[in-house]
């Protein structure tokens, strides 16, 4: 396969835009990546479009990248909609990479778009149940609440489904307590690093810096997780030019190459097969000839505090049960030696589902480039993202591992 | 690239099947391509899973693949979901030639299913406006209504939906009347075709044959259609097992090659750019090395009758004009020179949205294969499939051509 680079890419500031659609978002992150890149939009020879809940916010089911990007004026190329939840555009991206490295085309453009808030409540509701098996949402629920709450007996599915992942990641988080003596305070520390990462980036929906009493103080969602900890709703769009190797060369002195990308489902329960976020990061960097000690910058799938600080240990950053530790010793925040999450993460940087993934691949682009400014990570030339949609039965749906490098 | 075959494949019947999910249909699908392969679902390295309406159907907006496949046992390989209205599993089939074809894997699961038949009448309505652009739905179909209709004034776009896509084909129709001076009765005898076709199809959703007389005087639905000659809709699953050249050869002696493949969308008006079948087919053909002319057996996107007929000039088995003619002369018959929707069509067999795609795909498959039965075409060696699907201000959002040989 050929070698394949990012030329560009854009994003709109991730929040909550009541008066903008997806159309418009996404005009505002392609715009953005093909001015980065130079590329004008007759030159893309195809669009991969992930999204996650258009069909519930707005009644989009079908042909969403056609619809989006018609009145935009890309409307004479093949488009493919992706799907994978909260992965969704994280695929979308290694099909348009699998477009483009195959040798297919030369010119790919790779969207993520979502819009989250509505007037209408129950929409919002809907789409937080939306990345796992709708038959069997009620059922998880049940059985990954705390103990205490247990005894209150069964809610509505409906009612409930807002903070059914949220219930998933504080168990995770309360049994890697249980197991490593990892502290909430541990936990909270990451957060700190967070929404100070976030504060320095213009894109991201939060963008204020908090003490780890205030993080601790703030209102609690799931034992040990507090709002503050949590990745909050949003609308966004990101963007990417996706291109073959003579193409990048033509088009920037600075192409960001993908070296490594993989594609992972199944047990997400690290010491039964690995977990997904082990298995897709062993698959990308042997893709990409590397190893987890040559990354230099990172984007994780912080749905929750406590799930970045695990996935320091399953993407191999460090040992099992030393999570805590990195944190300790500030290994991950801008000026350690492995900087995670230098976009505030989806904690600060915020998680319109279907965006998050290209979003992602923004950051590394900017830091891999040096254009990340005052979070600018220094001399950043490997780069990774990590990125998890859905759930099944208690498993992972949708897991990938991109691994970029300049 | 590497050359890649399908080496098995399954559908269900498609039909009504009130008491049955879109998990259900699929593990049939599935077992049947996993059989008529020697393929086990333990070898799978990847599935690809085309839907259009599950959000509508059943809710499950996200993570379709995954949801369906997990109790199946299928649930440790990556998943990628495509959607591209009625175009969805041939979309799918596209995408996972390419991650066989680059060396990326192996062996594909490719796989269409959907749900439209429901109690809830408003879920079965909704389905049929999704395939375009939500917010332009009640424009169009007011732009596209016969001159006799548009004088009732606008009517609801929620009660009309059922028959825009009818509309869209009708008012084709109409032009194709004017211009070429196509008759009503050779629409019909199309469908006559059709209806043939698929009592010989064991998987055909209608196996009643009709005559002319009687397609003519079945209920109208928009001039010129009647009922009899437009497709209806339909449960069902299609899939195919994608292989690479190597694992072809491994697993049968008669592997059915994907020669050509090609998806495209934009306008679909003849004569301006040649219209989108125009295109994916000459795009399709001169990936195969081929031309229309080596065509042994077709299967169209017929979703209504006349559609056929004009897809017969637009994929260039006879020349603008020249659609009637070729029915006349039985050219597109099992028996005639270039056998068209031998499986009955979507007219006959049905269509279930994101099944349809690949179930076309499994009808080539037989007949490349001599497994048709009472339909076989006599040595067929090239086969072609050409779906279609969604349109977005009057142009096709998905056009999908895909070229056969043994």
């Given amino acids: 396969m050929r070698d394949v680079a990012i030329v560009g890419a854009g994003m709109t500031r991730f929040g909550k835009y009541m008066d903008r659609g997806l159309k418009d978002l996404s005009r505002e992150a392609?715009?953005?990546?093909?001015?980065?890149?130079?590329?004008?939009?007759?030159?893309?020879?195809?669009?991969?479009?992930?999204?996650?809940?258009?069909?519930?916010?707005?009644?989009?089911?079908?042909?969403?990248?056609?619809?989006?990007?018609?009145?935009?004026?890309?409307?004479?190329?093949?488009?493919?909609?992706t799907e994978n939840a909260c992965a969704s555009s994280s695929t979308a991206l290694q099909v348009a990479w699998l477009y483009v490295a195959s040798g297919m085309y030369d010119v790919a453009l790779a969207l993520g778009v979502e819009k989250m808030y509505s007037d209408d409540k129950a929409k919002v509701m809907a789409t937080f149940g939306a990345g796992t098996d709708v038959e069997q949402l009620k059922q998880?629920?049940?059985?990954?609440?705390?103990?205490?709450?247990?005894?209150?007996?069964?809610?509505?599915?409906?009612?409930?489904?807002?903070?059914?992942?949220?219930?998933?990641?504080?168990?995770?988080?309360?049994?890697h307590m249980a197991r490593h003596g990892t502290t909430k305070e541990q936990f909270a520390q990451v957060a700190v690093k967070s929404h100070q990462n976030g504060s320095l980036n213009p894109h991201a929906q939060y963008q204020e810096r908090y003490s780890l009493e205030e993080i601790?103080?703030?209102?609690?969602?799931?034992?040990?997780?507090?709002?503050?900890?949590?990745a909050p709703i949003g609308d966004g769009a990101a963007a990417a030019i996706v291109v073959s190797d003579a193409k990048a060369r033509q088009y920037t002195t600075k192409p960001v190459w993908i070296r490594g990308t993989a594609l992972v489902s199944g047990s997400d329960h690290p010491g039964e097969d690995g977990g997904t976020g082990a298995r897709a990061a062993q698959s990308a960097f042997e893709m990409a000839g590397m190893t987890p000690a040559d990354v230099d910058v990172a984007e994780v799938h912080d749905a929750s505090a406590p799930a970045e600080l695990m996935l320091y240990e399953e993407l191999g950053?460090?040992?099992?049960?030393?999570?805590?530790r990195l944190v300790d010793e500030g290994v991950t925040t801008i000026g350690g030696r492995l900087p995670v999450n230098t976009s505030g993460g989806m904690v600060s940087k915020g998680h319109p589902v279907g965006a998050t993934g290209i979003s992602q691949a923004y950051e590394i682009f900017l830091q891999l480039r040096g254009e990340a400014g005052d979070r600018q990570v220094k001399d950043a030339s490997v780069g990774m993202t990590h990125n998890g949609g859905g759930m099944v039965r208690g498993e992972a749906a949708a897991t990938t591992v991109h691994v970029f490098s300049v």
């Avoid at 715009?31 to 258009?54: F, M, P, Q, R």
């Avoid at 903070?163 to 168990?171: E, R, T």
């Fill in 140 to 175: 998880i629920m049940q059985q990954l609440k705390p103990p205490s709450e247990k005894k209150a007996g069964a809610e509505s599915g409906a009612g409930k489904s807002r903070s059914v992942f949220m219930d998933i990641y504080a168990a995770g988080a309360r049994a």
């Fill in 30 to 81: 392609v715009d953005a990546a093909l001015d980065s890149a130079g590329v004008d939009k007759a030159d893309l020879e195809i669009a991969v479009v992930g999204n996650a809940a258009a069909g519930l916010a707005t009644g989009q089911e079908c042909i969403r990248a056609q619809v989006i990007l018609r009145d935009y004026g890309i409307d004479k190329i093949p488009m493919v909609n």
């Fill in 317 to 324: 950053f460090c040992a099992e049960g030393e999570g805590g």
């Fill in 216 to 230: 601790l103080a703030s209102p609690p969602v799931a034992e040990p997780l507090t709002r503050l900890m949590c």
